[in-house]
């Protein structure tokens, strides 16, 4: 029964500073005897003031935090599921950035990549009013990793927990765990963030492992927190809350998975849902 770590932040304009508050963790993470460290979306750098932070947002190739996470999980010991991080253009295409989570394994000569697919684009009627498409363009591939310390493990982010297909293709390939860190901000996260992921968990009857930004951050921003762990059956197995950040433990308890696909083989039971237009 492997045990996973998830790290709760609240990420600042400061990708050092960020970047220190993972080290420690991981140290920490590894001492307690975790398997697996989970961080946020935007990990290591958390600003939407473009123009200040378009200085910090490079290339993959060109990132000394991408060695040095390599580095880290050689060290410790860990699997690092690392949120995401902003990546530059000259790594991800045309004209617009990527969102892309990594995930790095002890002894690994490359992560593994996935760019969030779905952006963020809303008006909230509290006034607020994003436009991720504007800075990053949406990725295209559905990923999965076949071993890690939790089994088979989806790779989502955050907005990407709205969009029930992406996780119906994670259930079709069997996914054991599925990671959606995020940065949820406080009215969309009060109002849907734990129902939808106890949906996700349940619909694809798999842990979802969901590590959050929380609290008010140095770019005027607030996120909501409660980072979660949810096993298949949909209880939570971890809340870590709206106002802290830190580090949380949970033993992940791989043969409920299955003990849950025998008891509603739904994913067994799946059938092609074929539309037609009646006029």
């Known amino acids: 029964m492997p045990t996973i770590a998830v790290l709760q932040m609240t990420s600042g304009i400061d990708p050092e500073a960020n970047f220190a508050a993972i080290v420690q963790a991981a140290h920490t993470a590894a001492g307690q005897g975790a398997a697996m460290l989970f961080t946020p979306e935007m990990s290591l750098l958390l600003d939407r003031d473009r123009a200040r932070a378009a200085p910090k947002i490079v290339a993959q190739d060109q990132s000394p935090f991408v060695p040095q996470l390599a580095g880290l999980a050689e060290e410790?010991?860990?699997?690092?599921?690392?949120?995401?991080?902003?990546?530059?253009?000259?790594?991800?295409?045309?004209?617009?950035?990527?969102?892309?989570?990594?995930?790095?394994?002890?002894?690994?000569?490359?992560?593994?990549?996935?760019?969030?697919?779905?952006?963020?684009d809303v008006d909230l009627a509290?006034?607020?009013?994003?436009?991720?498409?504007?800075?990053?363009?949406?990725?295209?591939?559905?990923v999965t990793v076949e071993e890690t310390p939790v089994g088979r493990l989806g790779l989502a982010v955050c907005y990407d927990l709205r969009f029930p297909a992406l996780f119906g293709a994670l259930g079709d390939r069997a996914c054991d765990a599925i990671a959606v860190p995020a940065a949820f901000t406080k009215p969309t996260g009060a109002a849907h963030w734990h129902v939808m992921l106890r949906a996700r968990a349940i619909e694809a009857q798999a842990?979802?492992?969901?590590?959050?930004?929380?609290?008010?951050?140095?770019?005027?921003?607030?996120?909501?927190?409660?980072?979660l762990v949810v096993d298949p059956w949909g209880e939570v197995l971890l809340d870590m809350g709206g106002k802290e950040t830190g580090l949380g433990l949970c033993d992940i308890d791989?043969?409920?998975?299955?003990?849950?696909?025998?008891?509603?083989?739904?994913?067994?039971?799946?059938?092609?849902?074929?539309?037609?237009?009646v006029s």
């Open 126 to 142: 509290t006034g607020e009013s994003w436009r991720e498409s504007n800075a990053y363009r949406p990725g295209a591939a559905v």
């Open 76 to 120: 410790t010991g860990l699997t690092i599921a690392l949120g995401s991080m902003a990546v530059a253009a000259a790594a991800a295409g045309g004209d617009r950035n990527a969102n892309r989570s990594m995930l790095f394994a002890p002894g690994a000569a490359e992560p593994v990549i996935y760019d969030k697919i779905h952006m963020f």
């Open 207 to 227: 842990f979802v492992i969901a590590a959050a930004q929380v609290g008010r951050h140095a770019d005027g921003r607030e996120t909501y927190g409660h980072s």
């Open 254 to 277: 791989l043969a409920r998975i299955a003990a849950v696909r025998a008891q509603v083989p739904a994913l067994a039971n799946r059938r092609e849902i074929v539309t037609s237009h």
